[in-house]
């Protein structure tokens, strides 16, 4: 099982920028395939990215162009770089490896 650590998470007013992180650890071969993803209260988790070990990064219509994911195997950390933040990209975002996920870490986007 991997063990998945967010951190980044916070308020910022729109059009802002917040970058997050996610460490994993306790596996014992090469990470595949990560991804982020969101919750609102009151709403069903939605993907937003995922980027493969060889670097491919997908990303849903609504954050592209704004958000940029990226990974660094040799620290095991992938990220999340959003800018032009709205109001509608809050919500606890999650890191995903396959079928282990993090806590979450609180993203607001609020004036």
């Known amino acids: 099982q991997v063990q998945l650590v967010e951190s980044g998470g916070g308020l910022v007013q729109p059009g802002g920028s917040l970058r997050l992180s996610c460490v994993a650890s306790g596996f014992t071969s090469s990470l595949s395939v990560m991804s982020w993803h969101r919750q609102d209260p009151g709403k069903e988790r939605e993907w937003v990215a995922s980027?493969?070990?060889?670097?491919?990064?997908l990303y849903a219509d609504s954050v592209k162009g704004r958000f940029t994911i990226s990974r660094d195997d040799a620290t095991n950390t992938m990220y999340l770089q959003m800018n032009s933040l709205k109001p509608e990209d809050t919500g606890v975002y999650y890191c995903?490896?396959?079928?282990?996920w993090g806590q979450g870490t609180q993203v607001t986007v609020s004036s």
């Open positions: 980027v493969h070990n060889r670097g491919r990064a």
């Open positions: 995903r490896h396959l079928g282990d």
